[in-house]
């Protein structure tokens, strides 16, 4: 497997009051919900503005040291942080899992923004960065379908590898595993991606909501790509190894103009480009996001 990179840079306002908990084994927890705007231009030309919410955490002494700065609802921060994949057992039985932001520093802005104010009570920031970037193996041979508008879309799974040193000196391993989806000249360019290929992703964090079969509300974070490099076969990370494949525009391959319905809902992002991104779209950012997994007590910091 390619060696993993994996960035998230996020700059927007706090939703809400942050919070600082602890976990049953005393493992300190500050989280705060990080809200902005992607400023999108869709295919027919207009400017779309497409709200999003993704929670951060920070664990250990830094979660305390954070919780110290006593940062507020509506104040503004930059994020440095990386995609972290936790599965786990849920009560009810069967697994569980969820992709969220593990932030390596958080620092406030110099300036306050332009604040917009959502359906839930919260804020966001009037506009913002909101940028992904990973290298992982493909871990499934891609299928490439077409909406009912006639627009290319194709989902890849991500393996993305880290590795660290414990407290006592060992070295640990993990893999994340991260969905991402391409749109339009994007996926049609990388339609014959292999299982096992090594690919720089850029994109940006995007959340979707629907509801099982079973009538419960769930929600998934994954990436959506602007920008995909397939690496050669057995290439080290950052040596020269990209193959010809072209770059898309952000103002197509972000373009919710002629998305689909999901097949399990409608993704509560594209429900705010249609309302024209003055509100919400109901999306409830606090959904799914209490349940802590029992192994992520274990996570180095």
Known sequence: MARGMNHVYLMGALARDPELRYTPNGTAVFEATVAGEDHIVG?????????????????????????????????AVMVEGSLEYSQWEAPEGGKRSMVRVKALRMEQLGYQP??????????????????????????????LRYTPAGDAVLGIGLAVNESWTDRQGQKQEKTHWIDVTLWRELAEAMKDLKKGDPVVVQGR???????????????????????????????????????????????????????????????????????????????????????FPPEEEDLPF
Do not use: C
Not at 46 to 74: F, M
């Open 43 to 75: 295919m027919d030309g207009k400017e779309r503005k497409l709200p999003w919410y993704h929670r951060v955490s920070i664990l250990g002494k830094p979660a305390e040291w954070q919780a110290e700065r006593n940062l507020k609802g509506g104040d």
């Open 205 to 291: 964090l995007v959340n979707e909501a629907w509801t099982d079969k079973d009538g419960n509300k769930r929600n998934s974070t994954k990436v959506e790509a602007t920008r995909v490099e397939a690496l050669s076969r057995g290439a080290a990370a950052g040596q020269s190894g990209y193959a010809a494949s072209p770059a898309t525009p952000r103002t197509q391959t972000a373009s919710s103009a002629a998305r689909p319905q999901a097949s399990r809902a409608q993704p509560a992002r594209a429900a705010t480009a249609s309302a024209g991104g003055n509100r919400s779209g109901g999306l409830d950012i606090d959904q799914g996001l209490d349940d």
């Open 114 to 143: 332009e604040l917009v104010q959502d359906a839930g009570g919260g804020v966001r920031m009037g506009s913002g960065m909101n940028e992904v970037i990973m290298i992982g193996n493909v871990t499934r041979d891609p299928d």
